[in-house]
């Protein structure tokens, strides 16, 4: 998926205590609805990064979507385009969404399976409902940072169609990346993490009803509902919204009153500062400059350019990138205490 906001906003901040001074444990994310572009724009619901918020472990970008009908629709439909210094982790809770890109891979992801695309210094892709898709279309875009030492290397993609998973009294999991519970997934991170899929029975918040799951201490964590309601530390979590555990863990304790998915995100909280701009994540101003100069260069080339390629398959044209703000971008760290913020 695509960050296709024409106007893409990158606050400015002053400096401002450490990392982890006078960080809540418990806060509540909420979303903002996004438009995903093309002529009859999807909503997707934007809960990472949050305004204060930015990231939870390496997870730096998550986008929800639907349940939407789209019979006799086009579906999601997103252009060519690049990106760099991060992965792509695309999960569906039905329907399907077609992945191509540049290194000619092409692969429909569904409900269970894993696509995961890694950009390290450059790559483009696709991402469109198939003309003969189903009816509903419901699922969640995750990126995951890449760290310095792997940030500028090779691109590569791969699908993952069996992942581990276990059952509880209380629900079902699915570990899509990193390890939970001794499950783990074959998926390759680069940064200790979690992401999980968690199938709530709904058995209601007490007794056996709860989905108890261990988690390291040393991640901080985040639950992110995608269809009822959940519960976790007892707080209710709506769909789309995303509730921040913080870190110290040994336990998350998860439930829902009607059968509920919803994601459990972790990892090592991520030190490095990130500038994170349309579809580029990096560490300076100047390379996202050049990281857009290069893709309006190479966006028109039939057999793409040298940093990010072409999407052969793809029938139409690839996004422009948006014209860059008058001000230099800042790196920003991946919390901020509110109050520290020039822009309010
Ligand atoms: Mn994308």
Known sequence: MSNVETRPVEQTVCDGPPAGEGEPDIELLQP???????????????????????????????????????????????????????????WLLDGEV????????????????????????GIAHSEESPPDHSDTLHGVQLWVAQPEEHRNGPAHFDHYGDLPAFTEPGGTVTVIMGELAGAASPARAYTPLVGADVALDGGGTGGDGRLRLPVQPDFEHAVLALSEPVTADGRTVAPGSMLYLG???REVVLAAEKPARALLLG???????????????ARTHEEIVEARTAWEAERELADGGARFGAVRGYAGPALPAPALPNAQLRA?????????????
Request: with cysteine; hydrophobic share 30%.
């Open 332 to 344: 920003r760290p991946r919390y901020r205490a509110p109050g520290t913020r020039r822009d309010g």
């Open 32 to 90: 903002r609805e996004v438009p995903l572009g093309g002529p009859r724009a999807m909503l997707v619901r934007r809960s990472l990064p949050n305004r204060d918020r930015r990231m939870v472990g390496a997870w730096c970008f998550a986008d929800s979507y639907g349940p939407t009908r789209i019979t006799g629709e086009a579906g999601m439909q997103v252009p060519p385009h690049p990106h760099t210094g991060l992965q792509t982790v695309s």
């Open 247 to 249: 870190r110290g863990r």
């Open 267 to 281: 990892g090592v909280p991520f030190e490095e500062h990130l500038v994170m701009w349309w579809n580029f994540v």
């Open 98 to 121: 077609l992945h191509q890109d540049s290194l000619g891979s092409r692969r429909t992801v569904r409900p269970g399976e894993l696509n995961l695309m890694t950009a390290g210094a």
